[in-house]
Nanobody
Framework: QVQLVESGGGLVQVGGSLRLSCALS????????MGWFRQATGKEREFVAA????????SYSDSVNGRFTISRENAENTIHLQMNNLKLEDTAIYFC???????????????????WGQGIQVTVAY
């Protein structure tokens, strides 16, 4: 059974940094594309970033491009999301995602991903 567990969230000041991690159990991470979505209160879930199973392809939403970096450590069965220069609008619950099947949908489509973590809160404040 696939289990995704996020960590590293919390409260940070505007302009600060956080590093989220997502640990996978039940599967070997190196075989799968993985990513991050987020959902702010009262808003729809949105794509943040994704990384291919090889690590050679990454994708970011326009709102985080240049500030966030997704990476993977296959040996540790973990992916990370380094978030720099955080803004108030980055406040949300962040979800780690994985798809265990081949999909032609874009990384930004929530329907591409069939496994979701429980989410972790990131709060950015002055």
């Amino acid at each position: 059974q696939v289990q995704l567990v996020e960590s590293g969230g919390g409260l940070v000041q505007v302009g600060g940094s956080l590093r989220l991690s997502c640990a996978l159990s039940g599967r070997t991470l190196s075989r799968y594309d993985m990513g991050w979505f987020r959902q702010a209160t009262g808003k729809e879930r949105e794509f943040v970033a994704a990384i291919s199973w090889t690590g050679g392809d990454t994708s970011y939403s326009d709102s985080v491009n240049g500030r966030f970096t997704i990476s993977r450590e296959n040996a540790e069965n973990t992916i990370h999301l380094q978030m720099n220069n955080l803004k108030l609008e980055d406040t949300a619950i962040y979800f780690c995602v994985l798809n265990t099947f081949t999909s032609t949908l874009s990384y930004a489509s929530s329907r591409r991903w069939n496994s979701w973590g429980q989410g972790i809160q990131v709060t950015v404040a002055y």
